[in-house]
């Protein structure tokens, strides 16, 4: 049997990290019937997302990605490498590709990502409101969104950047929340008709 750090995750081990928790090597081959992130070497399991959710994220990548500049490219479903004991999946990056070799990299190592973008689900509050935009902040990524659904089925998009000296997220200046249409130019332009993405 394996021990301490070299003992890889499995079905029945994931949620008994070694005391230093687990790396994404060890890891990257659990085959579990769910999604899921590491946070501080901890298997943390994804939720099940609505049909909604899934849809409006489906929709902002293709949006972005007809409207990306280079060297950027819109990515959905992929993992971010912040370190080895920290990997977690965005709904959507916008990533530079430049310099990876894109058919052998597991995950975009994050001071390749240029905005992260959360769709906020029930079970993903906390996380999408105060961890991710932390840790993401923290590691120099420039931009963050933040896609709510309100209380009448309308989106909002609360639009962050870095403050480069504290490592933290404050609004947009002219436009902090942006309802029915997002217009920005960072980290290219882009404009989107939000009221459409609910829509099927």
Known sequence: METGERRTATERTWMFPP?????????????????WELVDGVVVVRGETALWH????????????????????????????????????PDLIVCD??????????????????LAVEVVSPTSRQADRVRKPALFSANKVPYYWRVELDRDQKLAVHEYWLNADTLTYFPAPSHPVHQHKLITELPFPVEIDLDSLVGF
């Open 97 to 114: 590709p430049r310099g990876l070799d894109v058919f052998e990299v597991e995950c975009a190592p994050v001071e390749k990502v240029a």
């Open 54 to 89: 899934n849809h409006v994220r489906g929709a902002l990548v293709s949006v972005l990605r007809a409207a990306e500049t280079g060297p950027y490219a819109a990515v959905s479903g992929q993992c971010v490498m912040v370190d080895e004991h920290n990997v977690v999946k």
């Open 19 to 35: 005391v230093t928790g687990w790396t994404f090597d060890q890891v990257k081959d659990l085959e579990v019937p769910f999604d």
